[in-house]
């Protein structure tokens, strides 16, 4: 019985390097034989989850971002907020010295006073007292010239009567005389009382022309007093410098009892809200739709946040590409950050990653195994055979992602092809998987 244990084992050994002693024959004649086997390395085609996406960077901004640029010609007294504060809108941040516009307020003031004082002796006093005086000659023109016609009435009815008389021979030349005389001098009266009162009336409208005159300046100048009045009230308001948002000041350029430097300022941001805007090449905005989702990851950071496509800019700006010296079409597209965390500063570096479709469970086979017929317009691979004999074919490629395309026909799942093939690889080449091969990671 232990003879024949002995025996079977002998026999099963033998029959074992046998077989191994063919193998490595076997590969040994394919090495060596006339048709020498190509290494090369080879994929099966296999299920995926295909994400269509792009990544890109930018740096993280506030909402909205309020720049105060301190005036450098006015001392500043109080700095009522410091770096980190949040503030609400219209709370004070700085307080400039006033005293010079407070002094010239009241001495505007002073001023206004003055002048309405003076408005009010023109219209009771001086001014009216002249426009009386005025229209009291005009009327004592007026009863001068009546006064003058009824005595010219009177001495030109008398003339005509004594020139009857001294026609018929009843006076004498001496009593015609005197008469025509007396009528000659009463119509010179009424010529003289005429020309009074042309002038009384003349005078009247050029006292009253002065007065209006002299009243409306006077008006003018108390509007003029007041618009200085509200300017430097205006300007006392203005040294007192507030928020105009709800937000975080982020940065105080401002010391008490010091003159701001030029372009000295005070930042607030709104962050009620971050954003980011990155560049996408034209390839990319195309796929953008306002709406879309997005991930944002902080450069530095392990925490990763979602975030909504906002806004895609109207318009492509040529920027050039620093290794290639080319020069890209570049669309800007702004991300808002959905629940920001403590970490999230403006300024920041982030990654963006947009998410334009995903597929799950697609076949699909790596970006270095396809190649293009140029003649035909089609994409194909280097299929392998069970033979390891290689074939080409013709595939339809559906959405791609940074290392994957989706394949929609032409192959099915775990058909091995060839990964990045050599350019001298042909259809009916037979292969072999390099010793050296290794899964490829170049993306699209």
Excluded: H, W
């Excluded at 219209?90 to 407070?102: H, I």
């Amino acid at each position: 019985m232990d003879k024949n244990v002995f025996l079977n084992k002998k026999i099963l050994i033998g029959a074992v390097s046998i077989i191994l002693l063919a193998g490595i024959g076997i590969s040994y004649g394919i090495k060596n034989s006339k048709v020498k086997a190509k290494e090369v390395t080879i994929e099966n085609a296999v299920k995926e989850t295909i994400i269509e996406n792009t990544i890109a960077t930018g740096n993280i901004e506030a909402n909205y971002r309020s720049n105060i640029l301190l005036d450098n010609k006015k001392k500043i007294i109080k700095v009522q907020v410091t770096e980190g504060q949040a503030v609400k809108k219209d709370d004070v941040l700085v307080v400039f010295d006033s005293s010079d516009e407070e002094n010239e307020l009241e001495k505007q003031q002073i001023n206004l006073k003055n002048a309405e004082l003076t408005l009010n002796q023109m219209l009771n006093g001086g001014v009216e007292a002249d426009k009386s005086a005025s229209e009291n000659s005009v009327a004592q023109a007026n009863y001068s010239l009546e006064n003058a016609k009824r005595k010219y009435d009177d001495a030109n009815k008398k003339f005509k009567q004594n020139e009857e008389l001294f026609n018929s021979g009843a006076i004498s030349k001496n009593e015609y005389e005197d008469s025509k005389k007396n009528m000659e001098d009463s119509y010179t009266a009424v010529k003289s009382a005429e020309d009074a009162l042309e002038n009384a009336e003349t005078s009247l409208k050029a006292t009253n022309s002065n007065s209006e005159t002299k009243i409306a300046n006077q008006k003018n100048q108390i509007e003029l007093i007041k618009k200085d009045m509200e300017n430097y009230k205006q300007k006392i308001k203005d040294c007192t410098v507030t928020s105009n948002i709800d937000g975080k000041v982020i940065k105080v350029d401002a010391k008490e009892n010091q003159y701001p430097s030029s372009g000295d300022q005070i930042i607030v941001d709104d962050v009620s809200k971050y954003k980011v805007v990155v560049n996408l090449k034209q390839y990319d905005a195309l796929k953008a739709k306002i709406g879309q989702k997005a991930n944002v990851k902080i450069k530095g950071s392990e925490n990763s946040y979602s975030g909504t496509v906002i806004e895609i800019g109207q318009f492509a700006e040529a920027e050039t590409n620093s290794s290639t010296d080319n020069q890209d079409s570049k669309v800007k597209v702004t991300v808002t950050i959905d629940n920001p965390g403590d970490d999230i500063k403006s300024g920041y570096e982030a990654d963006v990653e947009l998410i334009f479709n995903e597929k799950k469970d697609s076949l699909a086979v790596r970006f270095d195994g396809i190649k293009e017929d140029k003649e035909k317009g089609q994409k194909f691979i280097f299929a392998v055979d069970p033979n390891n004999i290689v074939t080409r074919k013709y595939i339809n490629i559906g959405i791609e992602s940074e290392y994957y395309a989706e394949v929609t026909n032409g192959i099915d799942e775990n058909e091995k092809y060839v990964l990045n093939p050599p350019e001298n690889l042909k259809e009916g080449d037979l292969v072999i998987q390099g010793s050296s091969a290794k899964t490829s990671s170049n993306p699209k």
